[in-house]
């Protein structure tokens, strides 16, 4: 049986899966959004972009090399959920919690945990943005945006931005 895609109009709104699609064959559909920024300024404005898709209850995976600019992007991410704060990595100190004008940012760095352990840092009335996740975390199974981040020399980087579905069967990958 051939792999095919359904027509836009029979699919419409149906979110990126590997079920059977509208018409009974299977297909993939991956929406990823590449987005290529020169200064921090950019990848600020494309955080504050992000969470304009953003509700309590959702969490976001982010993943990227030491120094990719991971915290930059959360940063504005926070600076349009109302976090007035200082937004700093979480490096050294595992997880940060900001107050926003709705919701409470939190903002995890997972590289040196065995298991999450963080649950006042997810759920309802809270977006968590988390640095190295380790997808075998249930609370993680979930995600509602995979962002991977990547240097392209000097302040330039490569932003990938993909729906939470995409990171089905990825097991540990940073």
Same mark, same amino acid.
């Given at each position: ?64 090399? %030491? ?8 940063? !504005? #991410?926070? &600076?349009?959920?109302? /976090?007035?704060? +200082?937004?700093? *990595? ?22 040196? %945990? ?8 997810? !759920? #309802?009335? &809270?977006?968590?943005? /988390?640095?190295? +996740?380790?997808? *075998? ?38």
């Amino acid at each position: 049986m051939a792999l095919r895609s359904p027509s836009a109009s029979a699919c419409r709104g149906r979110p990126i899966s590997l079920t059977p699609p509208c018409d009974g064959l299977y297909s993939l559909v991956v929406a990823v959004r590449i987005v290529e920024t020169s200064d921090p300024r950019q990848t600020e404005a494309l955080g504050a972009e992000l969470a304009a898709l953003l509700q309590g209850g959702d969490v976001v995976l982010v993943r990227g090399e %030491l120094g990719s600019g991971k915290t930059t992007l959360v940063r !504005g #991410a926070a &600076r349009a959920l109302g /976090v007035t704060a +200082p937004v700093t *990595s979480p490096t050294f100190s595992i997880g940060h919690r900001y107050v926003g004008s709705e919701l409470t940012v939190s903002h995890l760095d997972l590289y040196r %945990l065995a298991d999450l352990g963080q649950e006042d840092y997810l !759920g #309802a009335g &809270r977006v968590a943005f /988390v640095e190295w +996740p380790k997808e *075998s975390e249930r609370q993680l199974a979930h995600a509602r945006l995979n962002v991977t981040l990547t240097h392209g020399g000097g302040d330039h980087r490569r932003i990938e931005v993909g729906d939470g579905s995409e990171d089905e069967g990825r097991g540990d990958a940073r």
